[in-house]
């Protein structure tokens, strides 16, 4: 079985899909703490499934170092999903005939908290003087437009356009989703865009730490 995960590793890659063999070496791993490298595709049943859940729920990150960390919630649902698409891809390959991954269930995801500022909060720190106003502005921005850091930090003034109703919008692919994406500027958004510089980019932002530190 690891033989032909590291096939279907190879295969992926060949094919542009460059962030499946990073999932399929994690899912190995773990397979390997599991019951070792000489499982056989046809073991690969409800119980031994079932088994591999459980292991999962307090393995030990493969990069946690001396802290011995236990995987998160997310990454143990990634590793599962990952085995989940090899027993597809070998029914595929007809070396399988039937999925035992439909009578067990998967480890759950937790939905992470996401904080939010309220509208005393925006007021506040636009009234609050920034020792990088750059910095200050970009995030105002973000929460004006919904967009994420890295997006903003890719911002350039061609994405920045005015439609016929002389609205000014954004044009651009989100760096995660790869989305085309036409956001309608508020006032409020336009009202945190520089001069128009030089520079190609919006927002010319430091390294993360100190974006984090200044904010």
């Known amino acids: 079985m690891i033989q032909y995960i590291e096939q279907v ?18 899912l190995i791993y773990h397979l390997k703490k599991y019951k070792g490298d000489r499982i056989l595709l046809k073991d690969v049943d409800v119980k031994y499934l079932n088994g591999f859940v459980r292991y ?13 960390r236990t995987l998160k919630q997310s990454t143990q649902h990634n590793i599962f999903a990952s085995l989940k698409m090899i027993v597809h891809q070998a029914i595929k390959d007809e070396l399988l005939t039937r999925d035992p991954t439909k009578s067990v ?7 992470s908290h996401k904080e939010y500022l309220t509208e005393s909060e925006l007021k506040k720190l636009i009234a609050t003087p920034s020792r990088n106003e750059v910095v200050k502005r970009s995030f105002l921005f973000c929460c004006f437009t ?11 003034w061609n994405h920045i356009t005015t439609g016929s109703d002389n609205q000014m919008q954004l044009n651009f692919r989100q760096k995660k989703t790869k989305i085309e994406n036409y956001i309608p500027l508020s006032d409020n958004a336009i009202s ?4 128009q510089h030089s520079s190609d980019s919006v927002f010319p932002l430091p390294s993360d730490n100190a974006i984090r530190e200044t904010l």
């Open 192 to 195: 945190q865009l520089p001069k």
């Open 56 to 68: 999962l729920s307090s393995a030990i990150s493969a990069n946690s170092g001396r802290q011995k």
């Open 146 to 156: 919904g967009l994420r850091l890295s997006d903003v930090r890719n911002l350039t």
């Open 9 to 26: 590793s190879n295969n992926k890659q060949k094919i542009g899909k460059n962030g499946v063999p990073g999932s399929l070496r994690m």
């Open 105 to 111: 269930d998967s480890p759950t995801t937790v939905q």
